[in-house]
């Protein structure tokens, strides 16, 4: 067994040598390329776009947070490198070396803050809920109006403990990506979803059965402001790349943000 | 405010005609890796399987040393644990397992790690396969090898694997189209096969039933056409084009000379 062992790690040894390095002068951001408006994958290249995995067949990968990750990528001097990952494996990827920076919409979280390091926010959002335009919650107006629905979010997202905010709410199990819960409240499923705004826009755009519900002020989920904005996450002893992250972002004002995010829900591939 | 309004139909048939001439060569990407992933599997799992039902059907005979007697034993206790190792675990915690122990390896090469991955895993059946299609045969096989002075080794490649092989080949062939649907599980590690490349179209469109209505037909074409293949070999096996030994056990070698003496 030992020697089967050792045979393995030879192997292994033999092949890492062989397999392809990374180049020295890239940077490497790790994203979903499903979640659009924030990353997204679609069959053509622009100029926005960037190869996924830099392997042709993939599709490429667009949008607000693919900016963002050319941003910084270009302050460093370096070349940007999208890598698509689920997100159960982002945190992972991040901190095995696979991938430099997680750019993904992800939520600075207490939980997430124990395995990575986070940047100043990038964007920040309302949240929202999506239901059918026939459901009986289609004219809600508050949370309270949501008393006794279905509703689900994303497994492992800070959506998915707000949920619990809406009064005897049902609290159906959460799923995996966007695509899976707009699956469930388009075949009734599930009542409502939880979402940003963004997204919510490009969710509606290629499902006409559903429509968005905004709160005003008072009438929605209570977050912080660290809840509903999305931040950079880079390796916990990477301060130096951090610092440099933070520094870009500074440089982008209120005004740069919310037009890049403008231009990226307009881009998007079931845009038109 | 901003709205998006999309071209996608609202009913299955459209929309997902729609997805599909949108989004082919994402999904063409897949279908190809998916192939890839599977046949490469299926041929190495193969060798492996040979390999491993040789070695446990080494006879070994009374009168032969302690020495071979412990050796043997011991070659069938390892390669028992591969077997029920691999075929008692579901693959895609095999999948999950073996990415994370070399990831040195595997990270930027997980084409590499999909067919590794397979590889091992349909080994294990393939030892089973193998081992049922040489226990199938009759001893006499076995006998009249050895009678006419052909030693274990002669006897194994010559006389008893291309029977078991030709024995083996319906459950060898379903092995492949087992492994072109179970390569989906390989999405867990991120290897772009076709399961994967339709949780990003759904990503895309936020439209899962429709796309993966799209995926299932992808698969269907991909195991039906397969099965025919296989058929054809199968049927090209039986009658006639086979020069090798066969067994008179197997009664299939009746039909082809009923089927010589039609044609004469």
């Avoid at chain 2, 579901?90 to 590889?119: C, D, E, H, R, T």
């Avoid at chain 2, 096989?141 to 024995?167: C, D, H, V, Y």
Wanted: net charge negative; charged share 15%; aromatic share 10%.
């Amino acid at each position: 067994m030992k020697k089967l062992l050792s045979l393995f790690a030879l192997i292994s040894i033999v092949l890492s040598a062989c397999s392809a390095p990374v180049a020295e002068n890239q940077i490497v951001v790790g994203m979903e390329c499903a979640y659009a408006p924030f990353n997204w994958t679609q069959v053509e290249a622009s100029d926005t776009a960037f190869l996924i995995n830099n392997e042709k067949g993939t599709g490429y990968c667009d949008g607000y947070d693919v900016q963002i990750a050319k941003a910084i990528a270009d302050e460093l001097g370096k070349d940007l490198l999208v890598k698509k990952i689920a997100w159960e494996g982002l945190i992972d990827s991040l901190n095995n070396g696979e991938i430099d920076m997680i750019v993904a919409g992800m939520t600075d979280t207490a939980d997430r803050r124990e395995s990575v390091s986070f940047s100043t926010p990038y964007y920040q959002s309302d949240l929202v809920l999506i239901v059918r335009n026939d459901s009986s919650y289609a004219n809600a107006l508050s949370l309270k109006d949501f008393s006794g629905a279905t509703v689900v979010a994303q497994k492992g997202t800070f959506h998915d403990t707000v949920v619990e905010q809406i009064p005897s709410v049902d609290h159906m199990t959460p799923l995996g990506s966007f695509a899976l819960l707009t699956n469930s409240v388009v075949n009734g499923e599930a009542d409502a979803m939880v979402s940003e705004y963004p997204v919510a826009l490009s969710i509606v755009g290629t499902n006409p059965s559903l429509k968005i519900i905004s709160f005003t002020a008072g009438n929605g989920f209570e977050t912080s402001f660290e809840d509903t904005t999305v931040s950079v996450a880079v390796r916990k002893n990477d301060s130096e790349l951090l610092n440099t992250i933070n520094t870009v972002l500074s440089k982008l004002n209120e005004e740069t943000r919310s037009n890049w995010m403008k231009d990226a829900i307009e881009r998007q591939p079931e845009g038109e | 405010m901003i709205t998006i309004l999309s071209k996608i139909p609202s009913d299955l048939w459209g929309a997902s005609a729609y997805i599909f001439s949108k989004y082919a060569p994402l999904f063409y990407f897949g279908a190809r890796n998916t192939l890839i992933i599977a046949l490469s599997g299926t041929i190495i799992g193969l060798i492996i399987g040979l390999g491993i039902g040789i070695l446990r059907a080494l006879p070994v005979y009374d009168y032969d040393s302690k020495l071979k007697h412990s050796i043997v034993k011991s070659v069938r206790f390892i390669t028992s644990i591969y077997v029920e190792v691999f075929r008692g675990t579901p693959m895609m915690v095999q999948a999950v397992f073996i990415y994370n122990v070399f990831l040195p390896v595997f990270k930027n090469a997980k084409l590499f790690a999909g067919i590794v991955i397979v590889s091992i895993n349909t080994g294990a059946y393939m030892a089973e396969i193998i081992r049922a299609g040489i226990q199938s045969l009759d001893k006499g096989q076995n006998e009249a090898a050895r009678s006419i002075g052909m030693n274990n080794f002669q006897t194994m490649l010559f006389i008893i694997l291309p029977q078991a092989i030709k024995n083996a080949f319906p459950a060898i062939g379903n092995e492949f189209v087992v492994n072109i649907k179970d390569t989906s599980v390989l999405n867990v590690i991120g290897v772009t096969e076709l399961f994967f490349q339709s949780t990003t179209v759904a990503g895309i469109i936020y439209r899962f039933s429709d796309t993966f209505f799209v995926t299932a037909l992808i698969y269907l074409f991909l195991t039906y056409s397969t099965t025919l293949v296989l058929k054809y070999i199968e049927h090209k096996m039986n009658l006639g084009g086979f020069d090798g030994p066969q067994s008179q056990t197997t009664p299939l070698i009746k039909a082809h000379y009923v089927e010589k003496e039609k044609t004469s």
